[in-house]
């Protein structure tokens, strides 16, 4: 069994009902709406839920900042590199966008990093096995629950892992400062993967190698690069922005009669 704990993992493994739960504890001393409307969502679902010791809760979760909650959860089954190689369901047709990870130790930027991914559309990771950050009750919390939203695979070469994705026509896109260049003057709306690396030490030398691309991020002031967490929201967000763009031109671009002719959305009928 592994533990989850705070509002929103807990919120967000019972929507993504891809955990199996055992039991959720709630802290005897804490009452609020917020609370009680996940209580009784957890009831709703089946899940067992009973009340103990906020002191008792604490140990389970060995952090103070458990919010009144901790969950008893059978532990996220992780992907294979080849469950990345065709778009999530959730984005049939759409350009796919995928997050590499090289070696992204701390769990909160982990946890920061997939919330970001999240919000920003992307519709796979892939972390290795060794040298980074598991996907911790730390690293849960510090996303927010997104973790429990994302394809998220798992890779003892990620070298290798990135070949074959190349070979599925997937650009591979480094972030590094010694890129050639500005991550805003890049096109980003094809089938691209995002790899960013190390804190600090940045991306291995054989992974940079690897990559089709260097982007960097231009710095105005007296330190060379962000937080890797703080990187990888910049340019995911820029891969955002340039979609949404590229999808409203798209839209755009329709004929009128082509438009006119589609049937329009009626109330009333399952809306």
């Not at 039991?23 to 005897?28: D, F, G």
């Not at 892992?161 to 026509?169: C, D, S, V, Y």
């Amino acid at each position: 069994m592994e533990v989850l704990y705070g509002l929103h993992p807990v919120e967000e493994a019972l929507k993504a009902g891809r955990r199996r739960f055992d039991h959720v504890l709630v802290a005897r001393e804490r009452h609020n709406e917020r609370l009680e409307r996940l209580v009784a969502v957890c009831r709703q679902a089946g899940v067992r839920v009973r009340q103990e010791a906020r002191d008792q809760l604490t140990i389970l979760a060995q952090t103070a900042g458990h919010q009144g909650v901790v969950a008893m959860v059978r532990p996220q089954e992780s992907l294979s590199i080849e469950d990345l190689f065709e778009p999530a369901p959730a984005f049939p047709g759409a350009a796919r966008l995928l997050l590499a990870l090289d070696g992204v130790e701390d769990p909160q930027n982990l946890g920061a990093l997939l919330r970001v991914a999240d919000g920003a559309g992307v519709d796979g990771i892939v972390l290795t096995e060794r040298r980074s950050a598991p996907l911790s009750p730390v690293a849960v919390k510090a996303s927010a629950g997104a973790a429990e939203h994302l394809r998220i695979a798992r890779v003892v070469n990620l070298v290798r892992a990135l070949e074959e994705l190349k070979e599925h026509n997937l650009w591979i896109i480094g972030l590094d400062e010694r890129g050639t260049s500005d991550y805003d003057q890049f096109d980003l709306t094809g089938d691209c993967v995002l790899v960013m690396g190390r804190e600090g030490a940045g991306l291995h030398d054989l992974v940079r190698r690897t990559c089709d691309h260097l982007l960097r991020i231009p710095m105005a002031g007296g330190v060379s690069s962000l937080n890797v967490s703080a990187a990888g929201a910049v340019v995911l967000y820029e891969a955002f922005r340039q979609r949404r763009r590229a999808a409203g031109k798209a839209t755009a671009d329709i004929p009128r009669a082509q438009a006119a002719s589609k049937p329009k959305k009626q109330k009333g009928l399952g809306s």
